[in-house]
Structure formats: structure tokens, C-alpha cells
């Protein structure tokens, strides 16, 4: 098993959009708060599942939306654009509970205005890809600097755009 101390949730989410905010995030860098998208998929957690209780906060190092019913636990997304973030996030949460309470769960990524919802279960395969992610993120985080920026579509909507492009 891989060291996964100092490594969290939005930290392995943003990793797969922007190695940059992976760096900015863990030196306490912070972006727009008022950022339109933030604010939406904030809001949208409030809207569609009011009647859960929302965002249990774990050990100080994960922040799950809900738990669906015993034994699993859900992720909101306002779309599917980033995928591959919400599932690695996800399954994060999975490897964490696994590993460090002992605890085998499954997972359900949830997008409602899409009406989409994708079980996500942690296999071995995806444990070694989270490890990967781990050691990646503990290389970015230890630099003096952030990776240098690259224009990606994510830029157009990034909380952090006016430090990376001014």
C-alpha cells in the first residue's frame, strides 16, 4: 500500500484536470472563491439531494458528498465533462476506507442534471493507478514551484486562471 498522508480528495480530483492546481491547493494558494462554477456545483448539492445529510467530513482528509445506504457512499458532479477526476476522486475515498479504517465499500458517482449514475468499485487495477496518482502528486507537491501552466480547455472556467495567465 502506498503512503497516502498529506494527499486528500481534491488533491487527486485536481490532478487529473491540472497538475498546476495540484500545487497551488496543497501550498494553500487559493483561487476565486466566487468563481461561477464553483458556486454552481455548490449549489446543486443543496437543490437535488436536500433530504441527505451532505458532506461528512472524515479524518480532516476526506469530504464524502453522502452516503447512498450502508456500505455506499456517493459522489455529486454537475456533469460528466471530467470523469475521469470524479471516478479517481471517488474511488480515493474507497482506497482510503479500505486502507486506513478497514472498511470495503462501494461507490456511486452521481450526475443529476445529466441523470447519470456509475457504481464505481475499487479493483486492484485502479488501486495500482491511484498509487501512481499518489506518487505523482507527492513529486508536484514537493517542488520549491508549481509545474509551469499549460493552456487547457479547464483554463476557461478556473478558479486560478489570473495566476497562471497574467
Known amino acids: ?46 437543490v437535488f439531494y436536500r433530504n441527505r445529510k451532505r458532506e461528512l467530513l472524515i479524518d480532516n482528509t476526506i469530504k464524502v458528498d453522502f ?19 470524479a471516478l479517481m476522486q471517488l474511488a480515493f475515498y474507497l482506497y482510503y476506507f479500505k486502507h486506513k479504517k478497514g472498511v470495503a465499500l462501494s461507490g456511486k458517482l452521481l450526475i443529476p442534471e445529466e441523470r447519470k449514475q456509475i457504481n464505481v468499485e475499487l ?32 483554463c476557461k472556467r478556473c478558479a486560478y486562471r489570473e495566476i497562471c495567465w497574467i
Not at 130 to 151: A, D, M, Y
Request: with cysteine; hydrophobic share 35%.
Open 67 to 85: 452516503i447512498e445506504e450502508e456500505g455506499l457512499i456517493a459522489e455529486v458532479k454537475k456533469s460528466s465533462k471530467n470523469l475521469k477526476s
Open 123 to 154: 479493483t486492484e487495477e485502479l488501486e495500482r493507478e491511484l498509487e501512481e496518482t499518489f506518487r505523482r502528486i507527492r513529486e508536484i507537491i514537493s517542488k520549491p514551484l508549481p509545474p509551469p501552466p499549460r493552456k487547457i480547455p479547464h
Open 1 to 46: 500500500m502506498e503512503s497516502i498522508e498529506g494527499i486528500n480528495g481534491t488533491l487527486v480530483w485536481y490532478f487529473h484536470i491540472c497538475p498546476r492546481q495540484v500545487w497551488y491547493i496543497y501550498h494553500a494558494l487559493t483561487g476565486e472563491q466566487d468563481n461561477d462554477f464553483l458556486l454552481l456545483g455548490r449549489h446543486m448539492h443543496e
